[in-house]
């Protein structure tokens, strides 16, 4: 089973500032990655999916990269919204199956 | 407006069973894969099952495999969890989403607001 660690596990920052989150797989995923925002009293969105790609309507200062086994969520400069949890995922294609990681909360500093 | 509205939560004891459903609106559902995913209160995020379009392929998590029932009807645009032999375990804010295609290993796109499963005596 493939597991996911997250780091760090809070991110205080300020507004403005960037934010760069890390994950990693216990084992290469190849870029079957997708990184999801979670605020307080809502569902997941799917920000990344893919290591890099951009789910439809997401702001450009969210990026993703890396592949293998670390990857990288980065949001350029915080805006007051961006404050909330960030979990990544990994999929199996066969059998199909997904794994969390444990999330990142970034919070204001 | 595309939408996935859960029902089916509430409070049942140890040892019983529940039957959640998730109502799609907005897009054609027999065409992309459905998922449930399951939160418990303040804890992270667990995938529990999965099935395709089509209906035909379903997979689940270890920790429920045996005991939860997926399914869909495209004809009502609904998608179903069987939950049987419950713990406390299964506690849990329960998360229906939509893949973006057909296939059970596509990524959640879409999340509903999810439904509360409470399991105690």
């Known amino acids: 089973e493939i597991v996911l660690t997250q780091s760090p596990a809070t991110l205080s920052l300020s507004p403005g500032e960037r934010a760069t989150l890390s994950c990693r797989a216990s084992q290469s995923i190849s870029s079957y990655l997708a990184w999801y925002q979670q605020k307080p009293g809502q569902a997941p969105r799917l920000l990344i999916y893919?290591?890099?790609n951009r789910a439809a309507g997401i702001p450009a200062r969210f990026s993703g990269s890396g592949s293998g086994a670390d990857f990288t969520l980065t949001i350029s400069s915080l805006e007051p919204e961006d404050f909330a949890v960030y979990y990544c995922?990994?999929?199996?294609?066969?059998?199909?199956?997904?794994?969390f990681g444990p999330g990142t909360k970034v919070d204001i500093k | 407006e595309v939408q996935l509205v859960e029902s089916g939560g509430g409070l049942i004891q140890p040892g019983g069973s529940l039957r959640l459903s998730c109502a799609a609106s907005g897009f054609t559902f027999s065409t992309y894969a459905m998922y449930w995913v399951r939160q418990a209160p303040g804890k992270g995020l667990e995938w529990v099952s999965g099935?395709?379009?089509?209906?035909?392929?379903?997979n689940y998590a270890d920790s429920v495999k045996g005991r939860f029932t997926i399914s869909r009807d495209n004809s009502k645009n609904t998608l179903y969890l069987q939950m049987n032999s419950l713990g406390a375990e299964d506690t849990a804010l329960y998360y229906c989403?939509?893949?973006?295609?057909?296939?059970?290993?596509?990524?959640?796109?879409?999340w509903g607001q999810g439904t509360l499963v409470t399991v105690s005596s």
């Open positions: 989403a939509k893949g973006e295609s057909s296939y059970s290993s596509s990524w959640p796109d879409l």
């Open positions: 099935i395709n379009g089509s209906g035909g392929k379903t």
């Open positions: 893919d290591a890099s």
């Open positions: 995922q990994q999929r199996n294609n066969w059998p199909p199956a997904f794994t």
